[in-house]
């Protein structure tokens, strides 16, 4: 049976690893992720990426990107968070607001938003939960002329078009 405890620390170190990001505190982001001989199983994938393995390689990947953004902040929802022993899964939509850097003299560059589908493994260990692996995904929005009916102007049987 999980704890609610042990529920409410996953959530702390999930928010936690998406805090580092916003600030782009780099140490911080690298001491939520597993390390000595266990970080050499940790995984990565960020949208659009190859999958990334292991501790080097991933954590490289987060330098390149906070070199080369200027500003993000993560609005998380649909956030589900389950512990299984030592392990836990947590699942959430990552509502993502971020800018790169500035031209021209500007104090930001456009901002962009995105959303996109995250799953975190995390890892009970002696410093608290800790990463595993992050993958996530973009969601594509649906064109205004979709519908889940189908076709625009059709309620029918999309093989045949009837009505």
């Known amino acids: 049976m999980t704890s609610p405890a042990d529920t409410e620390a996953v959530e702390a170190a999930n928010a936690a690893y998406y805090e580092a990001m916003e600030r782009g505190d780099f140490d911080e982001l690298s001491d939520r992720w597993l390390s000595g001989d266990e970080g050499d199983g940790i ?15 991933v954590l490289r990947s987060y330098a390149l990107i906070m070199a080369n953004t200027e500003y993000i902040q993560f ?3 649909d956030v589900r968070v389950s512990v299984h022993g030592d392990t ?3 699942t959430c939509t990552e509502n993502i607001l971020s800018g790169g850097p500035a031209e021209d003299g500007a ?3 456009p901002l962009v938003g995105q959303l996109v589908v995250a799953t975190n493994v995390f890892r009970r260990t002696a410093d608290g939960w800790q990463l595993w692996s992050h993958h996530a995904s973009p969601v594509l929005a649906e064109s205004a002329d ?10 029918g049987d999309p093989e045949d078009g009837t009505a």
């Open 107 to 109: 104090e930001l560059g």
């Open 146 to 155: 979709e519908s889940p009916d189908g076709p625009e102007g059709t309620d």
């Open 75 to 77: 609005f998380l929802t």
């Open 43 to 57: 995984s990565c994938v960020h949208p659009g990426w190859p999958l990334l393995t292991g501790r080097g390689e």
């Open 88 to 90: 836990a899964l947590v």
